[in-house]
């Protein structure tokens, strides 16, 4: 008789993440507003030191391993893109441009959370601060046939 093999980590913490993100609107909110939180959360800390915010990015991509290698690379991928970007706007305006979208990109993701009638999932857990970027790349995983 085969035994069924316990649930992954990440299919948990995804499965947990999506209770809370079943509005369509909520959901499409979050695939714009997660992504731009990401990436000025990276701006605010490359404003403090590019190597400040290469950490950050070593640091997650470490947890992102231990829960999926190919989320991981996704991930990395994702955050040398966004690396750059930030190495290529003028110095002065990573920081100003970097707290309006994260201030903004916050407002979206409450008023998300609002149109869903449920609280976002970090106020349960905060490792689901890290598990919201894999929430989104999971939908474009699956759309282009990735294993995760």
């Known amino acids: 008789m085969e035994h069924a093999s316990a649930p992954r980590t990440i299919d948990i913490l995804l499965a947990k993440y999506a209770e809370s993100h079943q509005d369509h609107t909520n959901e499409l909110i979050h695939f714009v507003c997660i992504p731009l939180i990401v990436f000025s959360l990276l701006g605010l800390l490359w404003s403090i030191h590019f190597a400040v915010a290469t950490g950050a990015v070593i640091a997650a991509s470490n947890y992102y391993f231990r829960l999926s290698r190919p989320f991981a690379i996704g991930m990395a991928v994702m955050s040398l893109v966004m690396l750059g970007l930030l190495a290529l706007l003028p110095e002065m305006t ?3 441009v970097s707290i ?6 916050w407002i979206g993701q409450f008023i998300g959370h609002k149109i869903e009638g449920k609280k976002p999932s970090f106020f349960d857990d905060l490792r689901f601060l890290l598990i919201g970027p894999l929430f989104v790349l999971s939908f474009l995983y699956r759309r282009m ?4």
Not at 100 to 105: P, Q
Not at 145 to 148: E, S, W
């Open 94 to 96: 990573v920081l100003p």
């Open 100 to 105: 309006a979208i994260f201030v903004v990109a």
């Open 145 to 148: 046939n990735l294993a995760y």
